[in-house]
């Protein structure tokens, strides 16, 4: 823990040192790029809004000058419409609200189960944001409170993300189900390991039937270090929106794990579910994705996230959940979009990776 903190230490100050010199050089050779007291608009502006007089070079718009200036960063009207030349941290002063619905997707249970969330953002200065939020799915069996900040290490490249987070899981119920079917949802019958179908040619699925569970309540520390590189104004690398969870009490029923038949029964499935607790040890959450702008007003964000309770990596302990984000942004002030999350692309034998689905739809202002 020390070596990282000290790590982390390291790249703040070459970053924030970085920035100033790059903020710095921006400007004319006499240093007027440089908000150190112009008119009261000239620290915070977008790419290309210098606001000063014509460089060396000639160039009347500033179309070289960088995006962020020494002393300010964007206001509430320059904030950019394209979503990768967004800062991390949110500018000082500026609140975003973001509110979604969702709805239980998967192949069993479709429709059967809502949720909704409401997530705010305040820019308590330009480098540091307050975060909070409720979220829910399944009908309320899942939830998070959550409440914490987001500070920039190097700005606009490396943050750390520290929130207390109340939560509790869902955890769904399963049916062996026959496919094909010879009737809608049809399930199997008989004892366990004797069960059969109408249909002699039908195999047997153990699948999520559209129920849930609600497993405990746990206290956790979430830390995350959000980080983003941009390729290209179009292209960004992110990851680490979170990375590990430090618990605080154990629960007996948090996740479902894959139990495996022993011995196989031919046209039986050959796994079982069972529902599983998570001790106190911290869980390892990591993220990672890439963001894309093809035209400014549209973003196009995939990403993947590695959760392992009790950082136990043995087999059917972990789920691999990966969402593809689509957002439009016809102003300034204003953003909506849909979220489309597979919630395991690494199943257990008999089920796909597209079986288990999520869909919300969002919209986020900022005032």
Known sequence: ??????????????????????????????????????????????????????????????????????????????????ENDRPLTMTKGVTQIRLGLGTDLSAKGAFGSFGA???????????????????????????????????????????????????????????DFCNPPSMPGEIATGSPGAEMCQSASSAIQNLPNGNFLAGGTKFSIDLGFPFRYSIKPEIAIIALQTLIS???????????????????????????FRKTGNSAKPDFNPSIGIATNPIPQLSVTLFAQLRIPDFDTSAGQ????????????????????????????????????IDNRYLSFFAQARY
């Open 318 to 353: 972990f789920v691999v959940p990966v969402t593809a984000r689509v957002e439009a942004s016809p102003t300034q002030k204003l953003d909506f979009g849909l979220e489309f999350t597979l919630l395991n692309v690494k199943p257990p034998d008999g089920q796909s990776p």
């Open 1 to 82: 823990m020390k070596t990282a903190l000290v790590m982390a230490l390291s790249v703040a100050y070459v970053g924030w040192h970085a920035h100033n010199a790059y903020a710095k050089g921006g400007g004319d050779d006499d240093g007027g790029g440089d908000d150190d007291g112009g008119d009261d608009d000239g620290g915070k502006s977008e790419k290309g809004d210098a606001g000063g007089d014509d460089d060396d070079d000639g160039n009347a718009d500033g179309s070289d000058q960088p995006s962020v200036y020494a002393g300010g960063l964007y206001t509430i009207n320059t904030y950019p419409i394209r």
């Open 246 to 272: 430090i618990d605080f009490n154990a629960v007996d029923i948090d996740h479902a794990t894959v139990v495996p038949v022993d011995p196989p029964v031919t046209g039986q499935p050959s796994t079982i």
């Open 117 to 175: 969330n409401l997530e705010a953002q305040y820019g308590y200065s330009d480098n540091f944001t307050i975060i909070g939020g409720l979220t829910d799915a399944y009908n309320f069996k899942q939830y998070g409170v959550y409440f914490g900040f987001e500070g920039a290490l190097a700005y606009d490249l490396l943050d750390i993300r520290v929130a207390a987070n109340l939560h509790r899981n869902a955890v769904a119920l399963y049916s």
